[in-house]
């Protein structure tokens, strides 16, 4: 429980640092400007705010979700003699830093769409979904070792909650990916980045929200 709370914690102060960022860095004279009511992921100009207030609070309840999965996962383990943890396939290292590339590429994204510079933007979209379906591609490999070496779902309660956790992981960013291919056709498709900058701005803090609870999660997994 103690984990689980630290862990709502983090990604709670995490959410509250990058807002008071985004209001601090924000100048008075800027309010009016197209940033300001750009497209959301669907087309609708959305203002601002608001945009970032509806993901703001959906991360607060994914992240209640994760929070109740890690409670869970620590209370199983400490119930039975039956908990065998399984072996952390290394190739999750390799997936960690892929992940940790693709979150910079977005970020990368985010800037050169504040700027208005098209070509990094295209760039950055481009580098931070390759790395994105690079990760998930990891992941289902990782799966796969597993199996092959004979970890099966229902073979344990510590293989179950494996793959459980990942794959709502997995799931999440599956997400996010629709979300950034929706705002690179529409990039590609010739829409202004003025337009976008919202777009990318909420890919950038999903992506690094989803990189938050995947080192937490990680980290957790390498401590039991």
Known sequence: MTISLLFMGVIMGVVAWWLLKQTVDTSPWQAD???????????????????????????????????????????????????????????LWLNTAVLILSSIALQWAHVAARREQLDSLRNGLFVGGFFAFVFIGGQLLAWQQLVDAGY?????????????????????????????????????????????????????????????????LFGLMLST
């Open 33 to 91: 400007a197209p940033y300001a009511a750009s497209e959301d992921f669907s087309g609708r100009s959305l203002p601002q705010p608001d945009a970032k207030l509806v993901l703001i609070i959906f991360l607060v309840v994914v992240t209640s979700l994760f929070a109740l999965f890690i409670s869970a996962y620590l209370m199983r383990m400490t119930m039975a003699s039956d908990w065998r943890p399984l072996p952390d396939p290394d190739l």
């Open 152 to 216: 099966y779902v229902h073979s344990n309660p510590a293989n179950a909650f494996f793959y459980l956790i990942t794959g709502l992981h997995a799931l999440h960013l599956l997400g996010g990916v629709v979300a950034w291919g929706v705002t690179t056709i529409k990039l590609m498709g010739g829409t202004e980045v003025a337009r976008l900058r919202l777009s990318v701005e909420l890919c950038a803090i999903y992506w690094h929200f989803l990189l938050v609870v995947w080192l937490i």
